[in-house]
């Protein structure tokens, strides 16, 4: 029991970003919730939090810790749900919002199955880039790619998502491959906008350093599907995640480049607002897609 409270408080101290958030809203004292993360470090041998007086970090094992911590929280408060509410169904209304290129292909598909097992529940989805405020919006659950910065959220992750730079065999052939992110300089890169990670630039590892650069060429857009099309069209590069592009790869329509500069992977995430009892629909809607993009087979097609 102890090692489990351990777990409850680094997760409340990691996402509320203080001991005496977590402390206020245990209702103990901050020198409590201050021992069992010492207890915890101790126990582990590493450090998983750094502590000033203004402020507190995730070390990189921290945050590797947090994600880990989360699942296991959620499938617990899951496995207590399944026997506790026995043969209650889920039942409400669910707001859902997801970006709108991953929400077209990825959300929408699994959602009329999902109302088929669970008739009491309805959905409303809303599909945007816009980054919404889903706590003042009334949305229950977000689905979101990439870092998560919202400390007053909670993240689950529900997928790997792995980004390349995609060019059309044309293009390649008569412009040459780049052997080098610098050699983008001399191509014509298809651009988002203003919107997310792109907005910071394309992102590779170089010399063991993730580096975001700036690209630049003759077209932009803020609509992903757009981008793709120029790709396969032969007008540029374009960098984009595997979800949008992996049937034109498996079908010769697109080639990868750069593939030696690969950025990390940025993964998929259910979010929602921090709260004691996540409501069944929720929880039943975070397991449903969780499976669905756990299973090789989805991916493949």
């Not at 010492?38 to 203004?54: H, I, P, Q, S």
């Not at 919404?132 to 009334?138: A, F, L």
Request: charged share 20%.
């Amino acid at each position: 029991m102890d090692r489990f409270k351990q777990l409850e408080t680094f997760v409340a101290v990691a996402t509320r970003g203080s001991l005496s958030a977590a402390a206020q809203a245990e209702g103990v004292a901050p020198a409590v919730i201050g021992r069992r993360i010492d207890a915890l470090e101790e126990r582990l041998g590493v450090k998983l939090l750094v502590r000033t007086t203004r402020r507190i970090t995730l070390t990189f094992e921290g945050s590797a810790f947090l994600e880990d911590s989360q699942r296991i929280l959620n499938d617990f408060q899951n496995a207590e749900a399944s026997v506790s509410l026995g043969g209650v169904k889920a039942s409400g209304h669910l707001r859902v919002t997801a970006p709108a290129g991953f929400g077209r292909a990825h959300v929408a598909p699994l959602l009329p199955a999902f109302l088929d097992s669970h008739p009491d529940v309805t959905v409303s989805l809303d599909l945007t880039d816009r980054l919404t405020d889903i706590v003042n919006e009334g949305i229950d659950l977000a689905i979101r790619i990439g870092a998560l910065d919202d400390s007053s959220l909670v993240g689950l992750k529900l997928a790997d998502n792995r980004r390349v730079v995609v060019a059309s065999p044309g293009y390649v052939a008569r412009r040459g491959t780049p052997s080098a992110p610098k050699d983008l300089a001399a191509h014509d890169c298809l651009t988002f906008g203003t919107y997310g990670n792109q907005a910071r630039g394309w992102q590779f590892v170089i010399d063991g350093q993730l580096v975001s650069m700036r690209v630049q060429g003759a077209m932009a857009c803020n609509d992903g599907a757009v981008l793709r099309d120029w790709a396969v069209a032969g007008r540029g590069l374009a960098w984009r995640s595997m979800w949008e592009v992996g049937e034109d790869l498996k079908a010769g329509r697109l080639v990868t480049v750069l593939d030696a500069f690969a950025a990390p992977d940025n993964a998929i995430h259910a979010v929602f607002p921090q709260r004691r009892h996540l409501p069944l629909r929720v929880r039943m809607l975070i397991d449903h897609l969780k499976n669905t993009y756990g299973n090789a087979a989805y991916w493949r097609g």
